[in-house]
C-alpha cells in the first residue's frame, strides 16, 4: 500500500492539543474587536466545522453560528498562520438555520490548506471564537492518494452512547489520515428515532443521548436539520470533519426509508412544481447542513464530477432524487434509477475524464438483489437494470478505462467482481464494486447477487444468522473502506476495514491504459 506522506501525519494528540489552543490563535485575527467580559456575550461555533469537494485549487468550508451572524474565513498553508492566502466571508442567517458555506478559489494545488473559522455579530461586529480545520488539496503529478468511504449513521436507533465510545469509526477512520472522505449517503435517520434506551442481546443497555429533534420521526425542516445537529454533538464526529474534507451524497434515510420523487409525501402536501414537501424540506436541511458545492441548477443538484488531480476523478451520482417510483417493478418493464440527463452527464463526463482512475460513487449497490436498488433476479437486464447496461455498454464502446464503483447502504461490507463472462449481459468490460458500511448503525448479514451483469462475490462480512440483524454498533461489524492510489504506478489498493483499523480483505489493482485521448473538463 501506498505510504502516508510524512507531513501530515499529525498524532490525534496534536490535533486535539491544537484545537484546544484556537482561542489563543484567534487572537491574531481579532486584536482591533472590543473586549467582551461573557463567553455568552460572542458568537459561538455551533457544533463541528467542516470542508468539502475539495479539488486542486477550491473547496467548500461550513459551519454553523448560535445567532445572526457573519462567517470570516482565514486560511494559510502553514498552520501558525503566520502569512495568510487570503479571507472569505459569508452570512450565518435564520432562514439557513444560521449555517453559512464559503467557496474557497485559487488555491495551490498538493498543499495543506489550514482555515480559521470565527463568527461575528452582525448587529455589533463583536468577534466569536475560532477554531482551526485543515484540509489538502487535489495533488501534482506524481503524487499520492489516499482516501476512505462508507456510510450509515445513527440508524435503527442506535445513537451516541458516550460509555461506549461515542462514533468510534469516525476516530478510526481520522487515524488513517485520509486526503478525503466519500460519505455514500444515509448521513442521517430522519425517518427513526434516538430512544434514550435500547435492550442489547446480551441484555446490557445502550444508552443514547437525546434530543428533542430526534424524539420523533422528522416532517419539518427543524426536525430535519436537528438530525444533522446530532451528528455534531459527538466529539469524534467533529474531530474527523476538521481535519478531513467530505464529498457527501445523498441514500434515502435522509428523507425517508425507501423513498422516490413521486412515491413520499406526508400530510405537507406538494411544492407549486410537484415536489412533495417532506423531500423539498429534507433536500434544503442536506443542502444547509453538507460542505456542498452549489452547482447552480434550481433543484440544487447532489450529481457533481470532483477533480482530484491526474489520478482520480469522482463521479458523485444520485440514484433518489430521478427513480421512475419506490419499487423497482412493473408489468410494463421499463424502470430507471438515473434518469435521462444524469445518464447522458454520467456517459458525457467518464468519457471526457483523463484521469488515470475513474470512480463512481454511487449511493446503491447494482449487483445485489433489491426492490429498492438495481438488480431483481437472474437473467437478462430488467426494468432498471437495463439503464445500468446502457451506461456500462456506453463506457465500453468509448473506451473508457479504470471504472471502479464504490457504496454503502447494506449495512455489511464485500468486493465484488462483474465479470462480462459470468453474467447474462454481457457487452462491458469487467469492474470491481466495493460495498462498505455501516458507519454507526445496525449491521445486517450479505445479500443475495443477480447473475445479470455477473458479479462474483469476493469477500463478504456482516452479522451472522446467530448474531441477528440489526446487529449494534458495540458489537464491532461497522465498517469502512480505503482507496490508496500509488503516485508512481498508479496502482490502486482497495482496502476493506473495521472499526478497530483490521485490516479484513484487500486487493492491488493495476491500471489498464488509456485507449484513446480525452478532453478534460472542470467542475460539472
Known sequence: MATLRASRAWTRRQFLNRSASTLAIASLGTLATPYIGRAADRPQIAGGIQSGDVSDGSAVIWARADRPARMQVDYSTVESFKTILATASGDALPEADFTSKLLLNDLPSGQDIFYRVRFDDIASGIAGESRIGHFRTAPAAGQSVSFVWSGDVAGQGWGIDMSRGGYRSYRTMLDNRPDFLIHSGDHIYADCTIPSEQKLPNGELWRNVVT?????????????????????????????????????????????????????????????????????????????????????????????????????????????????????????????????????????????????????????????????????????????????????????????RNVVWLTADMHYTAAHYYDPNKAQFSDFEPFWEFVSGPLHAGTWGPGELDNTFGPVAMYQNGCSEAQGENLAPCFGLQFFGRVDIDGETAVMTVTLKDVDNRDLWSVDIVPHPQPRPAVVAQHS
Open 212 to 400: 428533542e429533534e430526534k424524539s420523533e420521526v422528522a416532517h419539518t425542516l427543524a426536525q430535519f436539520r436537528g438530525n444533522y445537529k446530532y451528528n455534531h454533538l459527538d466529539e469524534h464526529f467533529r474531530a474527523f470533519h476538521a481535519e478531513v474534507p467530505m464529498f457527501a451524497q445523498w441514500d434515502d434515510h435522509e428523507v425517508t426509508n425507501d423513498w422516490s420523487p413521486t412515491g413520499s409525501y406526508d400530510a405537507a402536501g406538494y411544492e407549486a412544481d410537484g415536489t412533495p414537501r417532506l423531500v423539498a424540506r429534507a433536500r434544503r436541511a442536506f443542502f444547509d447542513f453538507m460542505p456542498i458545492r452549489d452547482i447552480g441548477t434550481p433543484l440544487r443538484r447532489v450529481y457533481r464530477r470532483i477533480a482530484y488531480g491526474p489520478l482520480l476523478d469522482v463521479f458523485m451520482i444520485d440514484m433518489r432524487s430521478f427513480r421512475d417510483g419506490t419499487w423497482n417493478k412493473g408489468d410494463d418493464h421499463r424502470g430507471w434509477i438515473l434518469g435521462a440527463e444524469q445518464l447522458a452527464w454520467l456517459k458525457r463526463e467518464l468519457a471526457a475524464s483523463r484521469a488515470t482512475w475513474k470512480v463512481i460513487a454511487a449511493d446503491l449497490p447494482i449487483g445485489l438483489i433489491s426492490l429498492d436498488a438495481v438488480a431483481l433476479g437472474d437473467g437478462a437486464p430488467d426494468r432498471r437494470e437495463h439503464e445500468i447496461a446502457d451506461l456500462l455498454a456506453s463506457i465500453k464502446r468509448a473506451g473508457v
